[in-house]
């Protein structure tokens, strides 16, 4: 037999080996990977549940916020929060301008609390 094709046939095998090596150690890697990718995964099929339900999820809030204006409020400075965290990750310019607005609703969330208590009174 040809002697360069036997050293070809050891090179790939060779290779072959390595590759398989490699392999493994992705998957041993990537172990750590993969539960926080089905985490993703749960919270995005959690969003879009989210929107399919948005008229129940409304009624709810403003049930929330007739009831329990407080807590509302604690529940609206959270999310305010939440959300201005996720554009500052997203790298996004909103993040500046929610950082103004966020004094504007506030004080836009108290009139309405404030005029929604005397009305109840």
């Known amino acids: 037999m040809n002697p360069r094709l036997i050293e070809f046939a050891l090179r790939k095998q ?3 080996i390595n590759a398989e090596r490699q392999r493994d ?3 041993r890697h990537l172990e750590g990977v993969e539960s926080i990718l089905d985490t993703v995964d749960e ?3 959690g969003v879009g549940w989210a929107r399919k339900q948005a008229p129940i999820l409304s009624g ?3 049930l ?3 009831t329990r ?3 509302a409020w604690r529940l609206a400075k959270r999310v305010g929060i939440a959300w201005l965290m996720y554009r500052r990750m997203q790298g996004g310019s909103g993040a500046r301008v929610s950082l103004l607005a966020l004094p504007l609703a506030r004080r836009l969330l108290e009139r309405m609390l404030r005029s929604f208590a005397g009305s109840r009174a």
Do not use: T
Request: no cysteine.
């Open 25 to 27: 150690n992705m998957v």
């Open 60 to 62: 709810a809030a403003l």
């Open 43 to 45: 919270v995005r099929d």
């Open 14 to 16: 060779r290779l072959q």
């Open 64 to 66: 929330l916020i007739a």
């Open 69 to 71: 204006p407080r807590q």
